[in-house]
């Protein structure tokens, strides 16, 4: 059994708590919180939302590319399937989703049409 601490040694000891008064930016009216707030000027919030949109735009659009050929890895597959990586790999070990293999025992590759066409011969019907 482990112990917390050694005889001797004193528990450490808390830490004093610090409230701090914070206005709201939505009513201007002060409040306590457990943070701190901080005030910009509109200029800087404007060029920042500006960066932050000019670098998802580049992200999109980096994605979109690396996606256009159609192929994805086993994490991928395992996604645009909603499975586990684990599921994906017994499906590709049974032979029961069409792959590609750079070499034997080496990472699989997955075409999105192939995995619509088996989304779509295991598709369950609903009964009403």
């Known amino acids: 059994m482990k112990t917390l601490a050694r005889v001797g040694t004193p528990w450490p000891k808390r830490r004093p708590s610090v409230r701090v008064w914070a206005r709201d930016a939505r009513t201007s009216t002060p409040h306590r919180s457990g943070g701190v707030a901080f005030q910009f000027p509109d200029e800087a919030i404007e060029a920042l939302a500006d960066a932050v949109a000019e670098r998802v735009v580049e992200r999109v659009i980096n994605q979109a590319e690396s996606n256009s050929t159609g192929w994805l ?14 599921a994906v790999h017994k499906l590709t070990s049974a032979r029961e989703i069409t792959f590609a293999q750079e070499t034997e025992g080496g990472r699989v590759w997955f075409q999105r049409a192939d995995l619509d066409a088996y989304r779509d011969q295991h598709r369950v019907e609903k009964l009403s």
Do not use: C, M, V
Request: aromatic share 8%.
């Open 73 to 86: 890895d086993s994490a991928g597959a395992a996604t645009y399937l909603g499975i586990s990586r684990t």
